[in-house]
């Protein structure tokens, strides 16, 4: 929503698949004398993406931490199913320079930002398994999650930028 062309509000791309076609409508509480013109709304494509891997070979090249632009807060996320057993030490989500990194080493999640290693115990292999890894610039925590419950945190923590 636009004041002139000052952007007061922005409601970020809304997807809900309930209703196919799409349902657009604006709400006006307790505001009098307020004048709606020139609404306008789009309907891009809504693009899912999954990668799947065979196991053998396949990977992402992130490139590096730099090149990511990670200056604030972030969190990166995946889910992982290894085979039982093949838990030794196995590269989840990587940068190129490893500044960056998730990987499961002897059944515990590592996580990594610049010379920061956290780790958190709890993995299962040969199940579906949800791992986060957040940095929040505001407390400068490096956080691990298992499946939605924080495994551990760690204070004062900076985020890489590179150089």
Not at 39 to 67: E, I, N, P, W
Request: aromatic share 12%; charged share 15%.
């Amino acid at each position: 929503i636009y004041q002139g062309k000052t952007k007061v509000i922005d409601s970020g791309d809304i997807y809900d698949t309930e209703y196919p076609g799409g349902r657009l409508g604006v709400f006006c509480l307790s505001q009098e004398q307020t004048i709606w013109s020139q609404l306008a709304y789009t309907c891009g494509s809504r693009l899912d993406y999954a990668l799947r891997f065979d196991g053998v070979d396949d990977y992402v090249q992130l490139g590096t931490a730099s090149q990511l632009h990670l200056t604030s807060s972030f969190t990166v996320s995946l889910w992982v199913k290894v085979p039982p057993g093949n838990t030794d030490n196995l590269p989840a989500v990587c940068s190129h320079d490893n500044l960056l990194c998730i990987y499961i080493y002897r059944g515990n999640i590592k996580g990594k930002l610049g010379t920061r290693t956290i780790v958190g115990s709890g993995f299962s292999s040969g199940e579906w398994e949800h791992i986060a890894l957040t940095y929040s610039s505001l407390n400068s925590e490096l956080s691990l999650y298992l499946n939605g419950n924080r495994l551990t945190t760690a204070s004062g923590v900076t985020s890489y930028t590179g150089s």
